[in-house]
Antibody, heavy 120, light 108 residues
Framework: EVQLLESGGGLVQPGGSLRLSCAASGFTFSSYAMTWVRQAPGKGLDWVSRISGSGDTTNSAESVKGRFTISRDNSKNTLYLQMNSLRVEDTAVYYC?????????????WGQGTLVTVSS | EIVLTQSPGTLSLSPGERATLSCRASQSVSSSYLAWYQQKPGQAPRLLIYGASSRATDIPDRFSGSGSGTDFTLTISRLEPEDFAVYYCQHYGSSSYSFGQGTKLEIK
């Protein structure tokens, strides 16, 4: 059974940093692209970043470029999102999701999310 | 950047009825990269449809997707009580994803 467990969320001041983790199990982690998607309270889904199975290719939304970095450690079956220079508008539940394949774009499995609150 | 516009914003129907949800893209997109998700309150989204018309694993056949170019549709043939939720379309193109703003399907 595919399992994705996010951690690392919490309360942080504007300008601060957080690193989110997503521990994966139940599949061959390195064979799948992984994606972060966020959802502000009461709002819709907002794509953040995507990384290929090998970690060689990453893409990020314009709103987080230069501030957020997606990475993965295939030896630990873990996905990361390093978030710097956080803004109030980054407040959201952050989901990690497994793509349906390394070259697939649809998000087949999702974690339950971790809440990031940016506030002074 | 491609913008996805979903309509209606809210759809009020009764169990047993047919639901038709629309997703319109601001320019023509590849059907291969069009997906639909369902999200219930307090839960993560669930993949329903990918490639515009292919059902994801374990998705009941009352869910179907269609469309091409700029107009895509998610149809639920006979609504079950568990189908009342928010539905999002999603597209991938030019190395980025975009989501529609969602359609809330509520019980009438």
């Amino acid at each position: 059974e595919v399992q994705l467990l996010e951690s690392g969320g919490g309360l942080v001041q504007p300008g601060g940093s957080l690193r989110l983790s997503c521990a994966a199990s139940g599949f061959t982690f390195s064979s799948y692209a992984m994606t972060w998607v966020r959802q502000a309270p009461g709002k819709g889904l907002d794509w953040v970043s995507r990384i290929s199975g090998s970690g060689d290719t990453t893409n990020s939304a314009e709103s987080v470029k230069g501030r957020f970095t997606i990475s993965r450690d295939n030896s630990k079956n873990t996905l990361y999102l390093q978030m710097n220079s956080l803004r109030v508008e980054d407040t959201a539940v952050y989901y990690c999701a497994r793509n349906r394949g390394d070259n697939r774009v649809e998000l087949q499995h999702w974690g339950q999310g971790t809440l990031v609150t940016v506030s002074s | 950047e491609i913008v996805l516009t979903q309509s209606p914003g809210t759809l009020s129907l009764s169990p047993g009825e047919r639901a038709t949800l629309s997703c319109r893209a601001s320019q023509s997109v590849s059907s291969s990269y069009l997906a639909w998700y369902q999200q219930k309150p307090g839960q993560a989204p669930r993949l329903l449809i990918y490639g515009a018309s292919s059902r994801a694993t374990d998705i009941p056949d009352r869910f179907s997707g269609s469309g091409s170019g700029t107009d895509f549709t998610l149809t639920i043939s006979r609504l079950e009580p568990e189908d009342f939720a928010v539905y999002y379309c999603q597209h991938y193109g030019s190395s980025s994803y975009s989501f529609g703003q969602g359609t809330k399907l509520e019980i009438k």
